[in-house]
């Protein structure tokens, strides 16, 4: 699963990097602002967060901080872990819930530069906390 997300993310990286840099020389060298790259880039940049979520869960990258957890006594810290866990899968839960509602909305919009379906941008927020919803459930967290 790890290798999956590491090649999906790493695909958008470089293409963010290789469509930022197109911009960079058409504007400097030519003279001629490319009209399509910052709205791409800004939909590249969405989805390889809301894929880079789920890498960094997998490998144990997510921040956490638990100072103050790590101070209380065991008896108490693994409820506090389990009521963690149950927040983490109610936010996610809600934002796939609400990111299929999105998707609803976005299906008759269309990019003005680009001219794809907002679907396309928008079911980035429905698959990718969908995915670390899944992962919560089936994972333990990682450190």
């Known amino acids: 699963m790890e290798m999956i997300f590491e090649w999906i993310t790493s695909g958008i990286l470089i293409s963010l990097l290789l469509i930022v840099w197109a911009q960079v020389a058409s504007r400097y060298l030519f003279n001629n602002s490319l009209s399509w790259t910052e709205e791409a880039s800004r939909y ?3 989805w390889g967060v809301l894929l880079g979520m789920n890498l960094a869960y ?3 990258y997510l921040i956490s901080i638990d100072f103050f957890t ?3 006594p065991a ?3 693994i409820p506090l872990g389990i009521f963690r866990k149950i927040l983490s899968l109610i936010f996610t839960g809600i934002l796939t819930y609400y990111g299929v509602h999105l998707c609803v909305l976005g299906t008759g919009m269309e990019s003005p ?3 794809i379906n ?3 941008v928008f079911l ?3 698959i990718g906390s969908g995915v670390l919803f899944i992962l919560f459930l089936v994972n333990p967290i990682k450190k």
Request: glycine content about 10%.
């Open 44 to 46: 590249l940049m969405i």
């Open 58 to 60: 997998l490998k144990g």
């Open 70 to 72: 790590k101070k209380l």
């Open 75 to 77: 008896k108490i810290q």
């Open 113 to 115: 530069a680009i001219g």
């Open 118 to 120: 907002y679907l396309w």
């Open 124 to 126: 980035s927020v429905p």
